[in-house]
């Protein structure tokens, strides 16, 4: 439903880039689970602009919970989140609102609005508000931990620059590397060079994209529904609506396309009297189902759209071609500030799903 | 919610692949829309098992239309729509209950259902639930094509063998092409290769997947919603619903980290006086909402895990690993029967953004 | 959403009175469910026409379960059910399509379905559509008793004759007094002189309607959702659908206006160690949610539309007055078959909510 | 879904009596729409505790709009409502968190969130999350009288004291002596009675509740869906999310039971070419769907609970038999001020079901 996402543990977003206020509302909250305030603040710490690799734009980001917890616990009933917005300079934005900027929502939502929308810095389209998914998503991976389920993301590769790739033996030092990297790769050699990458595209006032490379430890087997809310078509769902993604792939993804069924299916063993896969081709959904192993995927990031090249473009109230600038603050890639986006996201899902298959009761715990 | 997708024009799926009958219930329908059984029995035939490519079992595959349809016209109430099983060889099957096939459901629905869960044939999991999808996906577009909007697939690649690619400039010419072609390729040569592919996998016990392109034309601009119900995440929950489907990418999708921002921006452009975009990068879809030119997408299909060579598995009743020989009847592709029913994902998906846009009277007509 | 209903475990609804079939389906199922047939088919005859009291309609109402249990049990995928419409005289129906009958959905469906909707004996809207509701809702009934919680409903009064209320201290003494009831009162003295009145409005070419009392015993405390999937909000959504219902009260209800808050507040007690009220003025639901006491409501029925009297319409094809008598075969009262309707509608909202706390395993076992 | 309600139109309801701020975002909001703050803060004022007949407790009840309107016109992006708590005394109630108040939803709540919840003066359970809505359904009616659909209500009767009916041949007057009363009746010695009824009341520190009447002027026929979304589930569903509510009823509603069909059946008339219907019982809905007369639903509201009297309760944490005496604040009545919120969810419910229709561009225009 257009700005709510999920079924049982719901989050409701709303905002505008150079609005008062961005949040996010999640209902369906077990109560009792600890929220632990600075987990939060260190994923919005991870999602916010860094150093010459960003924009000049740097919004404090605090989050204040208006609702639902009490005493660092959730009572149960939603949690609000709400972001002010400190640092608007809307005038870098207003000389732009007949000129939609090339790749960017501003044409697509001006039609979808009947022009009533607010156009300032992408408004409600601004990647500006996966500020709120991120902290929403950041009180779904306190969910997790509980249960011993992580999410991690690294950046997999950036304009043909390749990080090593998860080692599925041991996600948990992967995990372990991921959350003290100040930039979220594996190699940190490959890493650098990332950095000169983007460095370079800025330099050219230019920008560059990605993939992003996500693995799930320590999910049960029987997650997940047949047919419509599979894990693949919720993730998917929700991954699609993080700006700029244009893909995303479960295990082998496009390269199935290469190989044979036998070269492709996953057979049974059994490891320590526990039933796995030899291999994990399928990223551990089978049926949309998860089957125990490492839920795996990837995701495309297009490059940013927003880049100081100048632009072809129409006047929509003149009807005539016409070129822009784009000034206001960008980032040259916004790939490494996804990271934290795709987890949260990925970690809201698998709550959802898990909170339907076990109840709400199955995170959190009672008072004592 | 599980079996039920859709917003404002939903389908609910049930059936087994080896029960009475399978079927589909939509609802939201709009009344006054001229309900072509010929059209749909078209689209079946295109899923239905073809030639020495596909599997043996031959269904029928008769759609009964239960309700909603009077005189060849919708009423506005509910259409199920409903296929019995008639050709049903459980005993192929039933040897396999405790041994899961890999790559399939059975395991993870056996856990997801705690035993309970029918397994003969895939059960709930079986690709032959597509074909109630295929027809109520029929009855959408029955619905686009009263607004000038087409979907239409072909397959792009299989196990490296390609297509050429959709002309953007004459999307007409290449949906007469698909709508004649008896195996979904735009160019014949290259499909002949691709049986032969087929032919090859089946004839080694093996089987082959690929990658299946789709362009929406007609649709136009301000379609979709932001964040949760954009195109891209209502398409790709969509798609992910289908067995096999691995990927989906829009527009250059992966590609696009090969890009620079200045490579991959679609600049705006007047043609006839209407606003359009130079180029696709980004497949017809800025900010999760149409812009108005072509939508594209591509979706990654894996080899069919059914294969006829022994395979490794755990008996899991004995808790020991063993073997399996996949007896029935399967094919050594399934990408061909796949492109009815992305097509018809498609449709659903775009009638029901239309009908959040505009309201369900948008598509049929009062009765004269 | 318009023919589905519930967020964990739905149904949906689909045929015509007249059409080929009717049927419901149920998803979010919970697997390992015993479905017993004989006791759907025990509340198919409840809801059926019975004797000189109701029309002279006989349905077979066969319900054939399509999908979703296997060797008797729910494999935790949907359950589709479906009746076959046998014994339809279309003909008895077809001079009224264009006159519609007074207070029935002819006139207000026309208008919203375009002229397009299937009118025959109310079509969609035909109380008939509470037979696959009737066995949706045995089916959740059956789970219900799984867990010692159990839903009955009489006739309180009708038509100004009034049965004993419940026993509150002895709920499961009325229960089977109800469940042995050929017609649904406690005190069969009271149910013979409203058979009388039936009997009566019958040879008067009259109708009669009355209200209905439901109690729910076995409930625990905390189950429901605060605001909008309170109790009293869920089951008074999924009782208005049943055709004839014209309100629902919930404890003293409208009898409130005559209380002081001093007599209507119900004080908490201890009672063999347990948490309980003195009173239950407030039917077992506090805050939306309930407190461990019986759930009790009562739902007004309307006197049945169709009537054999001359009645004044509007010829829709010649926009002029004009009248009608009803033929076909109608009841003189339908409230005592909307019982087992009452019955359903308010086990399927049970089971939701518990499911949408304790998760889909609540219900059902693993299989051995 | 618990907290948000609607299908195309929704609301998501957050917050606690005590906690930092309370707030609703709605989404699926038409773009174009004028959004009056003043009649905003007018339908907060019939809200706002009065004078000697309400609670002492104050609030500015400041609705701040955090997103989703620009200059005064709905962007057509989630509007997101938030008023500050800002005269919390939070020391009045906290004694009680172990003694839950006798029908209130403290101990419901209790055992619903395991102990986590925040009881303080109802937490999110609090009457006072009916301002956000109050504010969220303002809005709805502004755009209603954009249609000329106007939703009056007042208090048919309190403890006895009954009010005029409307007089359905001129709701526009009765609209106009509501839209100017400082308390909701029609006729103003009515009214009198009844304020003194409540000073009575709060003299014996007790409390009244009463009836309130709805009508809905100006809805064309063919609104609402059949069975589970129709008029009159929907508007059910909404009212009972209002706390205190415990009955509603749709026309003649439980006063049918003393009608036979013959007297209970509204005939079509043509009245000025229109079709019309002689007399209203059926409250204008037929089978769920408006059939173009006027909506008239009358709504059971009980006692206020909070009661200065002392009262038996049970100690949560000894698990012994105790007595409470609540302080803080407390109406001796809240029916008048259920005035506006009985409204705003009529408001919500209507708009939803014309945008299901008709589309979310139903509403609003296009930008000049």
Do not use: M, W
């Given at each position: 439903m257009k700005n709510t996402f999920g079924n049982n543990l719901t989050v409701t977003l709303f905002g505008e880039s150079h609005g008062k206020a961005i949040g996010a509302v999640i209902d369906g909250m077990p109560s009792g689970v600890r929220i632990d305030?600075?987990?939060i603040a260190l994923q919005m710490d991870r999602r916010r602009a860094s150093s010459a690799l960003s924009t000049a734009r740097r919004e404090a980001d605090q989050v204040q919970i208006l609702s639902g917890?009490?005493?660092g616990i959730s009572t149960g009933t939603p949690i609000a989140l709400m972001i002010e917005n400190t640092s608007v300079r809307r005038s870098d934005y207003d000389d732009l609102s007949d000129k939609p900027r090339p790749s960017h929502a501003d044409y697509s939502g001006y039609v979808r609005y009947r022009g009533n929308g607010d156009a300032s810095g992408g408004g409600h389209f601004s990647g500006?508000?996966?500020?709120?998914?991120?902290?929403?998503g950041a009180i779904c991976q306190l969910m997790l931990k509980e249960?011993?389920?992580?999410v991690m993301t690294h950046?997999?590769?950036?304009?043909?620059?390749?990080?090593?790739?998860?080692?599925?033996?041991?996600?948990?030092?992967?995990?372990?590397?991921?959350e003290q990297a100040e930039f979220p790769v594996l190699d940190e050699a490959a890493g650098e060079k990332m950095k000169q990458a983007i460095r370079e595209a800025a330099a050219d006032s230019d920008s560059v994209g990605g993939i992003l490379a996500t693995a799930v430890s320590g999910l049960e087997a029987g997650i997940g529904e047949p047919w419509f809310d599979s894990i693949e078509s919720m993730i998917a769902h929700a991954i699609?609506?993080?700006p700029a993604v244009k893909g995303i792939e479960f295990g082998e993804g496009f390269g199935f396309e290469k190989l044979k069924g036998s070269e492709a299916?996953?057979?049974?063993?059994?490891?320590?009297?526990?039933?796995?896969?030899l291999t994990n081709h399928n990223g551990g959904v089978n049926g949309g189902i998860s089957n125990g192993m490492p839920?795996?995927?990837?995701?495309?990031?297009?490059p940013t759209p927003s880049i100081a090249k100048k632009q072809k473009t129409v006047d929509l109230s003149e009807m005539c071609e016409t070129e822009i600038e784009i000034k206001g603050r960008h980032d040259p890639a916004i790939i490494h500030r996804a990271v934290p986006v795709i987890d949260a996201m990925t970690a809201l899902v698998l709550c959802d799903l898990l909170i339907a298959r076990f109840g709400c009761d199955y995170f959190g715990r009672e008072k004592e």
């Open positions: 305030e600075s987990y917890v009490k005493d500006r508000l996966t500020a709120p998914l991120t902290a929403a249960k011993g389920i992580s950046i997999a590769s950036l304009h043909g620059i390749c990080d090593r790739p998860f080692d599925e033996e041991n996600l948990s030092g992967d995990l372990q590397i991921l699609f609506s993080i299916n996953d057979p049974f063993i059994l490891k320590d009297k526990k039933i796995q896969t839920v795996l995927f990837q995701t495309a990031v297009k």
